[in-house]
């Protein structure tokens, strides 16, 4: 997975709770994203990072925060988990003066 | 706002067949289209990818054709086979705008031995 590690790869919540999917990269690229894949929807982008200390809204942010501390780890927090946050998160890096977008092997959320 | 519209949702094909699966877009800023593969379980894997600037680019069996002024892409699975039973996305991004992937919904794809 082109050095990006998700964890935890699986969680189940109740509605209410929260909790903080991570994501790191095994280099200092600058550009993170945060995607949901639903069933026939394809991918859609939550947040995104430009650089460290920088983050920006995707098509789906609602619901969600990010933090990107540190170059190598860009985090995804449910404050509040919902139903419809039930989704398969998956972060990707983008290697800096490149275009291709490298994904992570995902966590599998489900919020009951 | 469906910005990627991809087709077909599923697709059969026997093994050494084409399979052929299309996406259109509608943002004319859209300067990078790339193809994914998914395995179930897998995060998407890059595939291959086009830039507006070429007609159509092969790597081994895989190739994307490039339309321009009709906004469409296709992936094109030569000699298919069982192993590339998977789904494939195809994806546009304005590559000067922090190149966010917009994504299509996805193709199923059966290869029959």
């Known amino acids: 997975n082109a050095g990006v590690t998700q964890t935890p790869k699986f969680q189940v919540l109740k509605t209410g709770q929260s909790m903080t999917l991570q994501c790191a990269q095994d280099?200092?690229?600058?550009?993170m994203y945060w995607y949901r894949q639903d069933p026939g929807m394809g991918l859609r982008l939550i947040y995104y990072s430009a650089s460290e200390g920088t983050t920006d809204k995707g098509e789906v942010p609602n619901g969600y925060n990010v933090s990107r501390l540190n170059k190598r780890e860009f985090s995804l927090r449910l404050e509040s988990a919902a139903p419809s946050q039930t989704s398969v998160y998956f972060c990707?890096?983008?290697?800096?003066?490149?275009?291709?977008?490298?994904f992570g092997p995902g966590t599998r959320l489900t919020v009951t | 706002q469906q910005q990627v519209k991809q087709s077909p949702q599923s697709l059969i094909v026997q093994k050494g067949g084409i399979s052929i699966i299309n996406c259109a877009y509608e943002?004319?800023?859209?300067?990078?289209f790339p193809w994914y593969q998914q395995f179930p379980g897998k995060g998407p894997a890059l595939l291959i990818a086009?830039?507006?600037?070429?007609s159509e680019k092969k790597e081994g069996r895989f190739t994307i054709s490039f339309n321009k002024s009709a906004k469409q892409f296709s992936l094109h699975i030569m000699d298919s086979q069982p192993g590339d039973s998977a789904t494939y996305f195809c994806?546009?991004?304005?590559?000067?705008?922090?190149?966010?992937?917009?994504f299509g919904a996805g193709t199923r794809l059966a290869v029959h031995p």
């Open positions: 994806a546009a991004s304005e590559t000067g705008g922090y190149n966010k992937l917009i």
């Open positions: 990707a890096i983008v290697r800096d003066g490149a275009y291709e977008q490298y």
């Open positions: 943002n004319t800023a859209f300067d990078y």
């Open positions: 280099m200092n690229h600058n550009s």
């Open positions: 086009i830039r507006p600037d070429v």
